[in-house]
């Protein structure tokens, strides 16, 4: 039995290795490229803009349902490269601003996003997300979803 066992193991060894690097050679964002991640968010069928924000790191500006959300870049490298995560990022400017406790209601409830107040009162929602160490595509995709669904709901939320 043992025989056939260790037999066994060493058949699959190649197929396990060959998956593993089948595994290996899909696109993984091993750093938060802005020039990858323009395209990963264009093939999904938002308008990207390239930018820097204040201090020279990169930043995206998309748009989704009418409203422009931003891509922030952070733990980057003082060449502003190699970035090890990213922050969605949307800014409401309403007249009467929002009440912390609306703000603390909306984080409280929600899972991935979180709000904050500027000095007039003015939401700004946003969630992080880690690249340091990569990521696939397809959740980087998935997390643009939940961003993007996220937004939607807030918008809701605001009366927006």
């Not at 409830?109 to 709000?115: G, L, N």
């Not at 990521?135 to 961003?147: G, H, K, R, Y």
Request: glycine share 6%; with cysteine; charged share 20%.
């Amino acid at each position: 039995m043992k025989h056939l066992i260790a037999a066994a193991t060493l058949l699959a060894s190649p197929a396990l290795a060959e998956l593993t690097q089948a595994n290996l050679t899909q696109t993984n964002l091993t750093q938060a490229d802005p020039d990858q991640l323009s395209a990963l968010i264009s093939s999904q069928g938002y308008p990207v803009e390239q930018g820097t924000d204040d201090i020279g790191d990169p930043q995206l500006v998309v748009k989704s349902e009418g409203t422009a959300f931003y891509i922030q870049f952070y733990g980057c490298g003082e060449d502003h490269l190699n970035c090890t995560s990213v922050q969605f990022l949307a800014a409401f400017d309403m007249a009467d601003g929002m009440t912390a406790e609306q703000a603390l209601g909306w984080s409280r409830d929600q899972r991935f996003t979180s709000v904050y107040l500027d000095d007039e009162q003015d939401p700004f929602l946003q969630m992080d997300m880690n690249i340091d160490g990569g990521v696939s595509e397809a959740n980087f995709t998935d997390n643009l979803e939940i961003w993007r669904s996220s937004l939607s709901a807030f918008k809701d939320y605001i009366d927006w």
